[in-house]
């Protein structure tokens, strides 16, 4: 992944591998600490018109850097304004609690502030949002406080430069996905409150994930489709909606038919399009329909003497692993279940059962 945008080259007397160090001292850029907060530049250039929280000082008088102690009374901002508490006045009490660094001593780096395109995970966090992240990615505490406060332009932003900084996979298995099972774990404890978090940050994951499949729209291999769909008593479909846009990537073919499929529906459109795959998604046991899985992997098409069947892709938590039966695959995660479609559109064998 490239360097994180916005970063300043190191000072004069630093190597380039000491950005870290230069960013403690001397702080980070606006854009940074906007993606570190989960809002937009803009936003945090208004808080300091609107409310007066700035930075202690300008490099060079002119160009904002804010060090990890303003950072920090930014964290407490969002924190009370999480909660509730008027902007203006979370400001005010954010300005009385900072903490300046001693005149010429250099300040340590603050845990918060990670380089904005680090790789690397951070410990665990509820990361002012109140919800329980864990051990996630810098952007996943961002883009978690962003829903929480349900601003939307700020959770587009976030999830535009997701998916420009990262590839599809990365963007949904360490940041997308870690998100969403965290308001669904605060929806599931708090007694419907988060709902509204949860289905504002879910809209805006299927329009990310809807916009990576125009943009990396292409030619489609030549071949039956997959087709995607949920157990007929599954609603959740953004695991789906992930694998359709890495197929789209890939070029292959694919039908997304999405939430609760009719077994009988299913079954009629598998004998249409006698499709390379058919891809099930299962979110718990409860969901799980081994009878249909079986049916559908034993359902042949094609010329007398010359059958094929469509290979069922096991998808989701739900399904155990004895459902796994002849003609069928369990992939563990997005990038396997995208390896496995691709492996079926190998030279001419696209309408194989692999």
Excluded at 71 to 78: N, Q, R, S, T, W
Excluded at 106 to 135: D, F, K, M, N, Y
Excluded at 201 to 225: C, F, I, Q, Y
Aim: charged share 20%; hydrophobic share 40%; aromatic share 4%.
């Amino acid at each position: 992944m490239s360097a994180a945008r916005g970063r300043k080259p190191a000072g004069r007397g630093l190597r380039p591998d000491s950005a870290a160090t230069y960013d403690a001292v001397f702080g980070i850029t606006t854009g940074a600490v906007a993606r570190h907060l989960g809002v937009s530049p803009t936003t945090v250039r208004s808080w300091e018109q609107r409310y007066g929280i700035a930075p202690a000082a300008r490099e060079g008088g002119r160009h904002r850097r804010w060090t990890p102690e303003d950072v920090a009374m930014l964290d407490e901002m969002c924190k009370l304004t999480s909660t509730g508490v008027p902007p203006g006045e979370a400001a005010r009490v954010a300005m009385t609690h900072r903490t300046p660094a001693a005149p010429n001593e250099p300040r340590p780096p603050a845990e918060t502030i990670p380089p904005a395109a680090s790789a690397q995970p951070t410990h665990s966090s509820t990361a002012g949002s109140g919800l329980p992240l864990g051990a996630v990615r810098p952007e996943c505490r961002g883009l978690a406080r962003a829903a929480v406060r349900l601003d939307s332009p700020a959770i587009e932003a976030l999830l535009d430069d997701v998916m420009h900084d990262h590839d599809l996979v990365t963007a949904w298995d360490e940041v997308m996905a870690p998100t969403l099972h965290a308001v669904g774990r605060k929806w599931g404890t708090t007694e419907d409150r988060y709902v509204e978090v949860e289905h504002l940050l879910s809209w805006h994951v299927s329009t990310a994930l809807r916009k990576a499949s125009v943009s990396a729209s292409r030619d489609e291999v030549e071949g039956a489709p997959v087709l995607l769909a949920c157990t007929p008593a599954e609603q959740h479909t953004l695991p789906l909606e992930a694998l359709a846009a890495g197929l789209v990537e890939r070029g292959r073919p694919m039908r997304m038919f999405g939430a609760a499929v009719p077994a009988d529906a299913l079954d009629a459109a598998v004998r249409r399009l006698g499709p390379a795959a058919v891809a099930l998604w299962s979110q718990s046991r409860t969901t799980a329909d081994i009878a249909l899985a079986r049916r559908v992997a034993q359902t042949g098409f094609g010329l007398k003497g010359a059958r094929h069947a469509p290979r069922v892709l096991l998808l989701g938590p739900g399904w155990p692993t004895s459902a796994v039966g002849a003609g069928m695959s369990r992939p563990r995660g997005l990038r396997e279940a995208i390896e496995t479609v691709s492996r079926l559109y190998t030279g001419s064998a696209a309408r194989a059962t692999a």
